[in-house]
């Protein structure tokens, strides 16, 4: 097997260090390949994971905020995937990774968040 050495200097000026790593060919090449692809699949977990955030609601008057969190009990996330603001009929998307609105519920309103108001829409 090949062996290659590979300095870990790279100031210009500084000496080779004896102490230098010494890899194979593969394991340098397997380096130079995966780490940018590495980079780009995190890119894309993270794009495609992204939730909208509807926590903004510092627009709505006193009762709104009131009737929002603590009578409707509106949360961002619904732990039951049967409840989902998305299949609510008084739920009115904005697109698929953004806030819609409620008709009950003022504020922006997270697909996949819930309450206690959720009515399943029909049909
Ligand atoms: S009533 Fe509740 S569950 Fe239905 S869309 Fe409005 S906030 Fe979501």
């Known amino acids: 097997m090949t062996h290659i050495r590979i300095s870990s200097s790279s ?4 000496r080779e260090r004896p102490e230098a790593a010494t890899i194979t060919r593969r394991a340098a090449l397997l380096r130079v390949v995966t780490l940018p692809l ?8 993270v794009a495609c994971s992204k939730q909208p955030q509807c926590t903004d609601v510092s ?4 009762d ?7 009578i409707a009990a509106y949360v ?3 732990p039951d995937p049967a409840k989902l ?3 609510c009929m008084h ?14 519920v003022k504020g922006p309103i997270n697909p996949g968040g819930t309450c206690k108001l959720f009515a399943a829409k029909q049909g």
């Open 76 to 78: 961002e996330q619904s």
């Open 38 to 45: 590495a980079a780009v699949i995190s890119a894309e977990l």
């Open 91 to 104: 739920f009115t998307s904005a697109g698929d990774k953004a806030c819609g609105s409620c008709k009950v």
């Open 85 to 87: 603001c998305a299949g």
């Open 11 to 14: 100031a210009v000026g500084e």
């Open 64 to 70: 709104d905020a009131r009737l929002r969190t603590e």
């Open 59 to 62: 627009g709505l008057s006193p």
